[in-house]
């Protein structure tokens, strides 16, 4: 255990979701490097996949193992929905997130071979795991450059969750086109048979079948197989794109409001304005490992999806400090599961957590997220309890409004602090049923303050400012 997890470590139990894994494969020579969401990526020359073998037949230049990988390093094999599960994955993966991570992050290995990648996303989006932790468990090892391809895969979470509160109406946006788009498949249906199809992994394109399968079945999907999704649900099945982001919100263990919709307008040249990214068999093949049959008939261009000019992007106005004195009762959500070191002038009275995830889409949430994100809460809640010594209430998800209310009153209480909720379903559904007996105070984290300023263009310009942010955002030993 290295001396930053020992800080912030809580022991802990389990009941798993996800995957069975095994150890990683011997390394083998480089490959060309990759990566989404920078310039490089998107103007990759993708010119000699016009000369794709049939199917079966391995693509000329296809590495058959995925350079820089360590046979050592141990594969994810599951989400277990505690902090004592990700700060084990983190420090078994902590090793290879140098070269290693940076050469072979790009191979989509399956399911049962997930060592290239860190996983720790599941965790990371509900704050079970901080940024600030993983990232200081990484420099602990590796020099900043080293590290830089994981240290800037880190930051992307942080931009694309700045990037949306400087645009919320993207998220309202989104919400209202997800419910119209589903109504319409009750009218469409030949709209509504190609949706069945892709959801149920029954479109003909085998990669793309046995991702929809995965996603199911594991709740877990590679980023890279994310993109070729997303490419082939837009470009090929010209299917929706908001309902292609409704389908990954509602089975992710780390579906998250920030990054997924934010990466499937980015598929879709929404986000970077015009530029699209188009999955290309031979890549699909490439880094694959050649896994599936050559995906024929794929869209060969990508033209941008359109849409209605956006209101300008807004400064997010961020609440200050709680003051202290003043008695106050800890709300807990799906949205930070470590609010032990929340910055509190004092211990809360008492907590109160909503039980369940708020409700990601009309449609209702996979029966793993919703097991995964509830047992992940309740643990939360027991450790925030055990740390603050203070009772923690499970609040009815049916009327938690009214029981807040009761309960703050019979205690006293006037003022409710919880971590800020950013957009997504959290905050849509705490922000339309506040009781107005009850203060709300959103508690922000040093590094959303530190880092959301930078994310309101591209990524670059917070590209730019991470090592600065890394030198001030380090927890001092
Ligand atoms: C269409 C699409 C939808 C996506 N939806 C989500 C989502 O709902 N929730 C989510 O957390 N990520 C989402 N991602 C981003 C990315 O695919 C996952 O964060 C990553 O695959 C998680 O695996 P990992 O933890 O092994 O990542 P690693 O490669 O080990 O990276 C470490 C951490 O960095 C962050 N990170 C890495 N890549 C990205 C990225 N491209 N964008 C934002 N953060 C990143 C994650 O927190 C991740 O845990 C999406 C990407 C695409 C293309």
Request: proline share 10%; glycine share 8%.
């Amino acid at each position: 255990m290295n001396r930053v997890c020992e800080r912030w470590s809580q022991p802990s139990k389990p009941a798993q979701t996800g995957l069975g894994g095994h150890a990683g494969r011997p390394t083998s020579k480089p490959a060309e490097i990759t990566t989404p969401y920078t310039d490089s990526f998107a103007d990759t020359d993708y010119s000699y996949m016009s000369m794709s073998p049939p199917s079966g037949a391995a693509t000329p230049g296809r590495p058959s193992q995925p350079p820089g990988l360590s046979p050592q390093a141990p594969s994810i094999s599951g989400w277990l929905p505690d902090r004592r599960a990700a700060l084990d994955r983190l420090e078994d993966f902590i090793p290879y997130a140098g070269r290693p991570y940076a050469l072979s992050r790009n191979f989509d290995l399956g399911p049962q071979q997930r060592s290239n990648i860190s996983g720790l996303s599941p965790w990371l989006r509900h704050r079970v795991i901080l940024e600030e932790e993983v990232l200081a468990a990484v420099l602990h090892q590796h020099a900043p450059d080293t590290a830089e391809a994981f240290i800037r895969e880190v930051f992307w979470r942080g931009y694309f969750k700045g990037w949306l509160e400087h645009n919320p109406a993207v998220w309202h946006r989104y919400r209202q086109s997800v419910s119209q788009q589903l109504t319409r498949l009750d009218s469409q249906p030949g709209l509504n048979s190609r949706y069945e199809a892709a959801v149920s992994g029954k479109s003909g394109i085998a990669c793309f079948d046995a991702w929809a399968s995965e996603l199911i079945a594991t709740g877990y999907l590679h980023n890279h197989a994310r993109m070729w999704f997303a490419s082939i649900w837009i470009f090929t099945l010209q299917l929706p794109w908001e309902l292609g982001a409704d389908f990954f919100l509602r089975h992710l263990l780390d579906g998250d409001a920030a990054s997924n919709t934010c990466s499937w307008r980015w598929v879709g040249g929404l986000h970077t304005r015009g530029k699209t990214y188009l999955a290309r068999a031979g890549n699909i093949d490439q880094y694959t490992l050649g896994r599936y049959p050559l995906p024929a008939g794929l869209a060969d261009v990508a033209l941008p999806i359109e849409e209605a000019p956006l209101a300008a992007a807004r400064k997010p106005v961020l609440p200050g400090a709680l003051p202290p004195g003043e008695r106050y009762g800890l709300l807990i959500t799906e949205e930070d599961l470590f609010t032990e070191t929340l910055p509190l002038p004092q211990p809360p009275e008492v907590i109160f957590y909503l039980p369940v995830p708020a409700r990601r889409s009309p449609v209702a949430a996979s029966a793993p997220v919703t097991e995964f994100v509830s047992s992940l809460i309740a643990e939360a809640a027991g450790r925030a309890g055990h740390h603050f010594s203070t009772e923690a209430i499970s609040l009815p998800p049916d009327d938690w409004q009214a029981a807040l209310a009761e309960n703050a009153l019979r205690r006293g209480i006037k003022q409710i602090a919880t971590a800020y909720l950013p957009a997504g379903p959290a905050r849509d559904l705490v922000t339309a049923h506040w009781p107005d007996t009850l203060a709300l105070h959103e508690v922000v984290r040093p590094y959303d303050r530190a880092v959301w300023p930078h994310a309101s263009a591209g990524f670059f310009r917070l590209k730019k400012a991470i090592p600065a942010l890394l030198q001030g955002l380090m927890p001092t030993d």
